[in-house]
């Protein structure tokens, strides 16, 4: 079954810090969470701490740039089951009510066409005052649910009454029954539903709509990452992308909803794909993230292995008097890895690659067990094979089960296999936990 999601939206008060709590108890449930928090959220909870516990990147503000290019509001909403606000306060319940729209979190709000839960808190004057009823019906109305606030003492000294956050066990309950009622809304691939700088997406070459990957989550990576050493150079490698978007496409074709996070790749995007666009392993890495959970992660990408410490900030001059410089290196995030080894986002099946240019199998064997990885799509990349860049290639599929050698065929071809392997795998294990 496919992991639920909802948008957690963080209003600012003194209750902000349940949210933490109600975070890792969902987190617990297997319920992934993306935090939006509204800028008087950020003086009560710090983005850091919610996306500590999130484990995902944290939406701070409508203008932030960073999140924009990552994601969307539109597509913050799209990929819920469930829209939740907690703490609800009277100015956030005021903007609903009104359909204002100045920030990320309203924006969300009014843009969203999935369930919405409040669960309020605030001062219990305010929460009876009849400008705050008059928005808590129109919300009803506009067939939003509100919770009771909870009846006690409030953090101010001498106040009590209604207004405080209803108790976490409680949110997680409605929240787990509205789940239960609610099924994810499929990506309408169409191009006006791209609405962030890096991404875009295509309507599917044949209007798939079934198909052996319908209703799957694929998250694919593919070509190379750069890596700057200045503001024009690079460190590169000559991966082209290729088998990455061959596997996008078929996996597209199959019916599935794909997201491919893609290096700088000379190619174009497959059609019927989600293509989010990154430079460096650390965007990828963040990307791979934001476009989680999925029930599949393809890591076709060649990720740079180091990148420059410290890239500079002006174009190097070559002058008479100056040293040769040197690059100093640092490991980069390994992006299968650190996905395939966390267990609360790493996405049911996970395939790596292993581009060697000797001993294909013996490495492979070992990437599997050292990555995480379900499967490695092993490849020898030695130069005289015309692998990287080319439209062909030889590869070997290694599971804990054993290793297939495949013959040499087209990469489209290599793709369309692997496909069909990942599609028997998950009916496989669909019949078996039934
Ligand atoms: O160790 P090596 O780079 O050969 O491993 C290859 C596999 O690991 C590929 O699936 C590649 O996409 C993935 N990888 C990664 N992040 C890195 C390095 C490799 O996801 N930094």
Known sequence: MTQKRIVLIIGGGIAAYKCLDLIRRLGDRGIAVRAVLTRAAEQFVTPLSVGALS?????????????????????????ADLIVVAPATADLIAKMAGGHADDL??????ATDKPVLVAPAMNPRMWLHPATRRNVAQLAADGIE???????????????????????????SRIEAMLA???????TRNPVDAVSGGETSSSPADGTSGGTLSGRHVLITSGPTHEPIDPV????????????????AAAARAGADVTLVSGPVAIGDPPGVKVVRVETASEMLEAVRAALPADV???????????????????MKKTASAAT???????????LRTIASDRNVRPPLVVGFAAETEN????????????????IVANDVSPERGVMGGDRNTVHLVSAGGVESWPEMGKSEVAERIVERIAATLRERGAAAE
């Open 55 to 79: 484990n995902q990147p944290v939406f701070t503000n409508l203008f932030d740039l960073d999140s924009e290019r990552e994601i969307g509001h539109i597509r913050l909403s799209r990929e």
């Open 105 to 110: 979190a309203s924006t969300v709000l009014l």
């Open 146 to 172: 509100v919770l009771a606030p909870a009846v006690g003492e409030m953090a101010e000294s001498g106040e009590a009454g209604p207004g405080r956050l209803p108790e976490v066990p409680e949110i997680v």
């Open 181 to 187: 009622t609610t099924q994810r809304s499929r990506w």
């Open 233 to 248: 150079r690079y460190i590169a490698n000559r991966s082209s992308g290729k088998q990455g978007h061959a596997i996008a």
């Open 297 to 315: 992660g393809v890591f076709a990408a060649a990720v740079a292995d180091w990148r420059v410490e410290t890239p500079g900030g002006q174009k």
């Open 325 to 335: 410089p040197r690059l100093t290196l640092v490991e980069n995030p390994d992006i």
């Open 360 to 375: 294909v199998i013996t490495h492979a064997r070992r990437k599997l067990k050292s990555k995480g990885a379900d499967w």
